[in-house]
């Protein structure tokens, strides 16, 4: 199967409710029969932006399972931009639907899903130039928000996790 169709047949699964298609998706990319692009990261990251019928809480952990599997297989800092691209997605879709109305959709789990799993599972090195992307970025309310997503997840953290969470904390930090 080419990759371009991986990502199509995931957001058909998606629509039609396809629960088979989407964890045959699924367990294509963790085992490794398919593959993402690098640029498919941001489409991983804006499918929670889209008014799918509906999604089981375990579908959306594993598209973000699919998403670090899929910065994995790439060089890290532009895996990460596009992740970094993918999260504001999501977290403007919070404040605004397609028409420009106020919406209730609460991008706070979702954001706080990657953000937990990048700190859990990632390196400091990756951390930092996380941190650093993070730094680039212009709108100050979606690093507020990271801020927060950080700053709670750390309340109830283990001793590792608190590490990684304060360095990326400070370097979110620098600039505001």
């Known amino acids: 199967m080419s990759d371009f169709i991986a ?21 294509g990319i963790r085992d490794g029969k398919y593959m993402f692009y690098q640029e498919d990261i941001l489409q ?4 929670f932006t889209h ?7 375990h579908q ?33 879709k919070s404040l605004t639907d397609i028409k420009g109305e106020t919406v209730n959709f609460s991008c706070e789990e979702i954001l706080e899903e990657y953000v937990s799993i990048f700190v859990n599972s990632y390196e400091k090195s990756n951390i930092i130039v996380f941190g650093e992307l993070m730094n680039r970025e212009n709108c100050q309310n979606f690093k507020l928000k990271i801020i927060e997503i950080l700053e709670m997840s ?5 001793d590792n996790y608190l590490i990684k969470g304060k360095i990326l ?8």
Do not use: W
Request: proline share 4%.
């Open 154 to 158: 750390m309340e109830h953290a283990e």
């Open 7 to 27: 990502i199509k047949k995931l957001y058909d699964a998606l629509k039609t409710l396809d629960i088979e298609e989407f964890d045959e998706v699924y367990f």
């Open 60 to 92: 959306e952990r594993k598209i973000v399972k699919m998403t670090f599997i899929t910065i994995d297989k790439y060089d890290i800092q532009p895996a990460l931009e596009k992740l970094i691209k993918g999260l504001k997605n999501i977290f403007d």
């Open 44 to 47: 991983l990251c804006s499918i």
């Open 169 to 176: 904390l400070d370097i979110i930090k620098q600039n505001q």
């Open 51 to 57: 008014n799918f019928p509906y999604m089981e809480p």
